[in-house]
Protein backbone atom coordinates (compact mmCIF):
# COMPACT_ATOMS: atom_id res chain seq x y z
CA UNK A 1 0.00 0.00 0.00
CA UNK A 2 1.22 3.73 -0.88
CA UNK A 3 0.71 6.61 1.52
CA UNK A 4 1.71 10.11 0.65
CA UNK A 5 2.77 12.27 3.94
CA UNK A 6 3.30 15.73 3.57
CA UNK A 7 5.11 18.23 6.56
CA UNK A 8 6.97 21.07 6.97
CA UNK A 9 3.59 23.25 7.61
CA UNK A 10 3.21 25.55 9.91
CA UNK A 11 3.12 29.29 11.55
CA UNK A 12 5.46 31.37 9.48
CA UNK A 13 4.82 35.43 9.72
CA UNK A 14 4.37 37.06 6.15
CA UNK A 15 7.51 37.69 4.08
CA UNK A 16 9.36 34.76 5.03
CA UNK A 17 9.73 31.11 3.64
CA UNK A 18 9.02 27.70 4.23
CA UNK A 19 8.89 24.47 2.49
CA UNK A 20 6.37 21.39 2.40
CA UNK A 21 7.47 17.75 1.75
CA UNK A 22 5.55 15.37 0.54
CA UNK A 23 7.04 11.70 1.21
CA UNK A 24 5.50 8.67 -0.54
CA UNK A 25 6.13 5.18 0.82
CA UNK A 26 4.91 1.74 0.13
CA UNK A 27 5.56 -1.79 1.46
CA UNK A 28 6.79 -2.81 -2.07
CA UNK A 29 10.78 -1.31 -2.45
CA UNK A 30 10.34 0.51 -5.86
CA UNK A 31 7.94 2.86 -6.94
CA UNK A 32 7.60 5.62 -9.44
CA UNK A 33 5.60 8.92 -8.90
CA UNK A 34 4.63 9.45 -12.35
CA UNK A 35 2.77 12.92 -11.51
CA UNK A 36 2.57 15.00 -8.34
CA UNK A 37 0.53 18.19 -7.63
CA UNK A 38 0.05 20.29 -4.63
CA UNK A 39 -3.27 22.08 -3.83
CA UNK A 40 -4.55 24.02 -1.35
CA UNK A 41 -7.65 24.50 1.12
CA UNK A 42 -8.65 27.82 1.98
CA UNK A 43 -9.59 28.44 5.58
CA UNK A 44 -13.85 27.70 4.95
CA UNK A 45 -13.46 26.76 1.55
CA UNK A 46 -14.75 22.75 1.11
CA UNK A 47 -12.99 23.02 -2.42
CA UNK A 48 -9.02 22.15 -3.15
CA UNK A 49 -7.65 24.70 -5.22
CA UNK A 50 -4.40 23.26 -7.73
CA UNK A 51 -1.06 25.31 -6.70
CA UNK A 52 1.01 23.27 -8.53
CA UNK A 53 2.45 20.13 -10.59
CA UNK A 54 4.61 18.10 -12.02
CA UNK A 55 3.70 16.71 -15.08
CA UNK A 56 4.66 13.32 -17.03
CA UNK A 57 6.99 15.32 -19.31
CA UNK A 58 9.21 16.30 -15.99
CA UNK A 59 8.21 20.23 -16.41
CA UNK A 60 6.69 21.83 -13.83
CA UNK A 61 3.07 23.87 -13.79
CA UNK A 62 1.96 26.77 -11.61
CA UNK A 63 -1.48 28.47 -11.65
CA UNK A 64 -0.64 32.05 -12.46
CA UNK A 65 -0.73 33.69 -9.47
CA UNK A 66 1.72 31.18 -7.86
CA UNK A 67 4.09 31.74 -10.77
CA UNK A 68 6.75 33.98 -8.79
CA UNK A 69 6.86 32.53 -5.49
CA UNK A 70 6.24 28.68 -5.58
CA UNK A 71 8.87 26.67 -6.64
CA UNK A 72 7.81 22.60 -7.01
CA UNK A 73 10.76 20.39 -7.21
CA UNK A 74 11.28 16.61 -6.74
CA UNK A 75 14.24 13.88 -4.77
CA UNK A 76 13.50 10.66 -6.90
CA UNK A 77 15.60 9.35 -4.76
CA UNK A 78 13.81 10.36 -1.48
CA UNK A 79 10.33 9.92 -3.17
CA UNK A 80 9.62 13.55 -2.26
CA UNK A 81 8.28 16.05 -3.49
CA UNK A 82 8.71 19.65 -2.29
CA UNK A 83 6.73 23.32 -2.30
CA UNK A 84 8.92 25.87 -2.01
CA UNK A 85 6.80 29.10 -0.69
CA UNK A 86 9.31 32.53 -0.89
CA UNK A 87 7.46 35.78 0.41
CA UNK A 88 4.47 34.14 1.93
CA UNK A 89 1.01 36.04 2.28
CA UNK A 90 -1.73 35.32 4.57
CA UNK A 91 -3.68 34.58 1.64
CA UNK A 92 -1.87 31.81 1.05
CA UNK A 93 -2.97 30.30 4.70
CA UNK A 94 -4.32 26.81 4.04
CA UNK A 95 -3.98 23.42 4.42
CA UNK A 96 -1.90 21.75 1.28
CA UNK A 97 -2.36 18.66 0.39
CA UNK A 98 -0.16 16.68 -2.05
CA UNK A 99 -1.94 14.43 -4.88
CA UNK A 100 0.27 11.89 -6.88
CA UNK A 101 -0.01 9.31 -9.21
CA UNK A 102 2.18 6.42 -8.29
CA UNK A 103 2.93 3.21 -10.05
CA UNK A 104 3.98 -0.23 -8.18
CA UNK A 105 4.33 -3.51 -9.67
CA UNK A 106 1.89 -4.63 -7.13
CA UNK A 107 -0.82 -1.98 -7.92
CA UNK A 108 -0.30 -0.35 -11.22
CA UNK A 109 -0.46 3.44 -11.46
CA UNK A 110 -2.95 4.69 -8.94
CA UNK A 111 -3.80 7.96 -7.64
CA UNK A 112 -3.06 9.13 -3.89
CA UNK A 113 -3.35 11.88 -1.16
CA UNK A 114 -1.94 12.90 2.04
CA UNK A 115 -3.53 13.85 5.03
CA UNK A 116 -2.42 17.67 4.23
CA UNK A 117 -0.02 20.25 6.34
CA UNK A 118 -1.34 23.24 7.66
CA UNK A 119 0.12 26.62 6.83
CA UNK A 120 -0.53 29.34 8.72
CA UNK A 121 0.84 33.19 7.75
CA UNK A 122 0.80 35.51 10.34
CA UNK A 123 0.79 39.58 9.29
Known amino acids: QVQLVESGGGLVQAGGSLRLSCTAS??????????ADWHRQAPGQPQRELVA????????YYVDSKKDRFTISTDTAKNTVYLQIDSVKPEDTGVYYC??????????????WGQGTQVTVSS
Open 99 to 112: AANIWTAATGSQNY
Open 26 to 35: ASVSWLIINT
Open 53 to 60: SFRKDGRP
